[in-house]
């Protein structure tokens, strides 16, 4: 959960840097206008159609995909509405939020993985396409954020240098803090949500 919450954090600094949002906050900003509901919201409805397909797909799914799904777009509005982060009012301000931003999502990034209950939602059809497809995840979740920045783009969300400079630089954000952690993400065995359903209803038998 610290890590979800240090994720939206991120995500509310990439949005107020104003200098053109993160790939799938374009999607999310553009899907938010369009529909007239708050950007928190469209990301969560966007995260339930991905798991849909994902699930559909049978790739495995854990209790973090869940969690990922509803509560990054919840702490995302709660933070908004706090409106405790001021609105860059010039690139100079606007880079630093930026990348501040990107940092606090890679180490949400890092909690979120580092507790082993699943991948997102967005990250989840990354891997599902890179199986399917046996193209490096790197290619993947290019392709997919491209698709994403485009059709966001024709619906209204804030497309600028900044777009370019998180699509680039999260991967760069993310191998930097995991490095710093000491961290190997693709080691951690993630448990799914039937494993986390026996293991929640073992320890209520155990205490009764």
Same mark, same amino acid.
């Given at each position: 959960?610290?890590?979800?919450?240090?994720?939206?954090?991120?995500?509310?600094?990439?949005?107020?840097?104003?200098?053109?949002?993160?790939?799938?906050?374009?999607?999310?900003?553009?899907?938010?206008?369009?529909?007239?509901?708050?950007?928190?919201?469209?990301?969560?409805?966007?995260?339930?159609?991905?798991?849909?397909?994902?699930?559909?797909?049978?790739?495995?799914?854990?209790?973090?995909?869940?969690?990922?799904?509803?509560?990054?777009?919840?702490?995302?509005?709660?933070?908004?509405?706090?409106?405790?982060?001021?609105?860059?009012?010039?690139?100079?301000?606007?880079?630093? %939020?930026?990348?501040? *931003?990107?940092?606090?999502?890679? &180490? $949400?990034?890092? /909690?979120? +993985?580092?507790?082993? !209950?699943?991948?997102?939602?967005?990250?989840?059809?990354?891997?599902?396409?890179?199986?399917?497809?046996?193209?490096?995840?790197?290619?993947?979740?290019?392709?997919?954020?491209?698709?994403?920045?485009?059709?966001?783009?024709?619906?209204?969300? %804030?497309?600028?240098? *900044?777009?370019?400079?998180?699509? &680039? $630089?999260?991967? /760069?954000? +993310?191998?930097?803090? !995991?490095?710093?952690?000491?961290?190997?993400?693709?080691?951690?065995?993630?448990?799914?949500?039937?494993?986390?359903?026996?293991?929640?209803?073992?320890?209520?038998?155990?205490?009764?």
């Amino acid at each position: 959960m610290a890590g979800l919450l240090l994720f939206a954090l991120g995500i509310v600094f990439t949005l107020r840097a104003n200098i053109g949002f993160p790939p799938w906050d374009v999607f999310h900003a553009g899907l938010a206008g369009t529909l007239g509901i708050t950007i928190g919201f469209a990301s969560i409805l966007t995260g339930l159609v991905l798991l849909i397909i994902v699930a559909a797909m049978k790739e495995t799914l854990g209790l973090g995909t869940v969690f990922n799904m509803f509560f990054v777009g919840f702490f995302t509005d709660r933070i908004l509405g706090l409106d405790m982060i001021p609105l860059a009012t010039s690139f100079i301000i606007g880079l630093p %939020m930026l990348i501040c *931003g990107l940092l606090l999502i890679s &180490f $949400g990034s890092y /909690f979120y +993985i580092s507790s082993a !209950f699943g991948a997102g939602p967005r990250d989840s059809v990354m891997i599902m396409l890179a199986r399917r497809t046996g193209k490096p995840v790197g290619v993947c979740r290019a392709g997919v954020e491209l698709t994403v920045v485009v059709i966001g783009f024709f619906l209204g969300g %804030m497309v600028g240098v *900044g777009t370019v400079i998180a699509a &680039f $630089g999260i991967g /760069f954000c +993310i191998q930097f803090v !995991f490095r710093l952690m000491k961290f190997n993400a693709p080691s951690v065995k993630h448990e799914s949500l039937a494993q986390t359903f026996r293991g929640v209803m073992s320890l209520i038998r155990q205490n009764n």
